[in-house]
């Protein structure tokens, strides 16, 4: 049974390129439950750059994660993100919003280097009372194959899209709800992935700029196994655990260096592209590479900057449960995506 026409428990499933994430919520109590996490591995090269090389073994792991988390609902909420995603703070002539949809296609072919025939819009006003000539509103514009594609990954997997939402959003969307007091003034939320590191810079609670930065686990492993000649296995283990090594400590040497380059890249050109005044006082990290034993440490020395790790369930009430055999400690930097997710209430 729906409440006010939203149902009551939404399910999202976040597709990275190592892991599959479920994260399923209760919106029927007041305020948002986290009732069931579940996690299911990926094969190695099934995707590849945000490429999905092999449908099946993909579906499968779906599957599993949804079997595992109990899921008996089948509509998700999933998100898609990467290049071809542009999102773009802007200023337009005031207007009402369904004159400003009328006008935003137009104002979109100024700023999305993308076929506009390709891509499917949407924005937000972020001023709607106010009074001046202009207004602020944000942009978002996604190809269309890119949304397709995903759809066409969840029909393999049996399940279908209650909605599908933009990376950024969903992780703004969580990190918003366990960190009220980080929506004043400019704030980086820095997700390390598998694959790709996602950057993502708000001023006061607002997305301004999303940036993706070619380093991640996968990369670190990689080091790890062709610079300081460990296994596959023994580089796990440095990367999961949680003692510092020589061995960790030479690779992040390098791959922070990558990440806080990334980092300062994306201030000074948010700084000279847009009106925010304020420079960034903090970083909130996440995501698998929030883990790596002492990465944290050596962002913070390299961008002379407070990084903190963000934690997903700060303020989110959890039912006893929910993590079942999951260690809490150990899961919850991977979880602030597919928890935006399912704290997005669906018709």
Known sequence: MALFGRKKVTIGLDVGSGLVKVAVIDHGKGEPELVRVAISPLAADAIVEGEVMDPGIVAGAIRDALLAAGVKVK????A???RDVIIKK?????AKEQDARDLIRWEA?????????SVELDFQILDPEGDGQEMSVLLVAAKRDLIENKIRLLTDADVSPAAVDVDAFALHNAFEV????AMHGVVCLVNIGHEVTNVNILEDGVPLLT?????GTRRLREDLQRERGLTNEQADEL???YDKSPHLDAVLATRGEEIAVGIERAAAF????SRAQSLIKVVYICGGGARVPGLNEALATRLRLTVELANPLQRLRVRDGAFDALVIDEVAPLLMLPIGLALRQVA
């Open 239 to 241: 990367l999961q655990g």
């Open 270 to 273: 948010l700084a000279t592209a």
């Open 178 to 181: 366990n960190y009220p007091d």
């Open 90 to 94: 802007i200023q337009i002539a005031r």
């Open 211 to 215: 940036r993706d930065i070619p380093v």
């Open 80 to 82: 898609v993100g990467g």
């Open 109 to 117: 072919e100024q700023h999305v280097p993308f076929d506009m025939e």
């Open 75 to 78: 509509s998700v909420v999933t």
